[in-house]
């Protein structure tokens, strides 16, 4: 069955899978914010009417001019794309037809995006029993074997991330072999005391880092992020994009939010505590839980059908994102979003009732 390959569409899930579209739905398939902002704090209509009328700047320099400020880097260093998505794909683009290593099970675009520009994949896959982790002498011989990696962290779906010191000696070792790591930091901004590989992008000149703008600040229909790179790099991704790729709207949009850090922070805090809080209790309950950092984790019931879990939740109206399309995982698990604390009560209710 061709499932949706991403979460955010419930309806059509629904629709695919032949049950009826329940009154009341909570959608836990979407890891945005779920802490929204007050209308107060958005843009008057009056700035969203002449945005919307208005030919955006084609090089968004006003944009990456706040971005580099933010990041300390340099404004070549930036390139804002349509989303972390279109940044994935004009990457794919940039090194087509290259061997490229994916540490897996991960955001399922790397794959997708590459194999589309006649990439040849190689993939390393790590399991619950590791933890989600890898051996460093695993990564380091995939990079012996292809010219890019591509790596999301905190990843996408278990929410894990690797130690500092062994990340730093994994782009050490890529970057003496010429060869590019990509880092998705898409949900960096989720991450209670995180930290970022942007600072080390004027260290290594094969890193290249993805952001994501649409998550933590509600601009998922927007399509804003970001890559940090090396000035070359930079300037080829220009040259592959289309014109006009970021709105007006989006770019201002993006403006406008940048300078709540207060928000973000405070986001980040209560995300971290009811993350804790949910998980703990899912698994003195008796499920598996991933040990997660970011705003979503996996869950498997121990001795039940992911399948059957799913069904039962759908019909309840709670929608979580399934996981066949996650290589190594092969809907063998389910993936929650954190989300307010009513609605993860409503959901803790009914996953403590289901179990026998």
């Keep these: ?6 979460g955010a569409n419930p309806h059509r899930f629904y629709e695919i899978i ?31 009417c002449r945005w919307a009328s208005e030919y955006p700047d084609p090089e968004a320099k006003e944009l990456i001019r706040a971005l580099a400020q933010i990041e300390q880097l340099s404004d070549e260093h930036i390139f804002v794309g349509n989303g972390a998505s279109q940044c994935i794909d004009l990457l794919a683009r940039l090194f087509s037809g290259k061997r490229i290593g994916i540490v897996e099970p991960t955001f399922s675009e790397y794959r997708r995006a590459c194999v589309a520009n006649g990439c040849v994949v190689k993939s390393v896959v790590s399991t619950e029993e590791s933890g989600w982790m890898h051996e ?3 990564l380091f011989d995939l990079l012996e074997q292809i010219d890019v990696l591509f790596l999301c962290q905190p990843n996408n779906p278990t929410g894990t991330t690797m130690d500092k010191e062994q990340f730093y000696s994994l782009l050490q070792a890529a970057d003496e072999r010429g060869t590019f790591v990509v880092i ?13 590989a942007l600072p080390w992008i004027s260290s290594f000149a094969h890193l290249i880092v993805v952001r994501s703008l649409t998550k933590i600040y509600h601009l998922a229909g927007a399509r804003i992020g970001y890559v ?27 403006l406008h939010f940048l300078t709540m850090n207060e928000f973000v922070a ?26 997660s950092v970011a705003n979503f984790y996996l869950l498997r019931p121990l001795h039940q059908s992911a399948e059957a879990l799913l069904y039962d939740l ?14 190594g ?28």
């Design 1 to 6: 069955m061709n499932w949706p390959l991403h």
């Design 18 to 48: 032949g049950l009826p579209l329940p009154e009341r739905l909570l959608d836990f398939s979407v890891n945005t914010n779920p802490y929204t902002l007050p209308l107060s704090l958005w843009p008057s209509q009056a700035d969203f």
């Design 136 to 138: 460093m002498s695993e």
């Design 184 to 196: 998705d930091e898409a949900f960096y901004h989720f991450w209670d005391d995180g930290y970022t």
């Design 228 to 254: 940090a790179a090396n000035e070359t790099i930079v300037q080829k991704l220009k040259a592959l994009q289309p014109a006009w790729s970021t709105s007006r709207v989006a770019q201002q949009l993006a």
């Design 266 to 291: 405070h986001t980040r805090s209560r995300i971290a505590r009811e993350r804790e809080r949910v998980t703990s209790l899912l698994r003195k309950a008796g499920y598996y839980v991933s040990p």
């Design 314 to 327: 759908l019909r309840e109206g709670l929608v979580p994102r399934h996981t066949t399309n996650f290589r």
């Design 329 to 356: 995982l092969d809907g063998r698990y389910l993936r929650f979003a954190v989300k307010t604390k009513e609605e993860n009560d409503r959901l803790l209710s009914f996953l403590t009732r289901w179990l026998p």
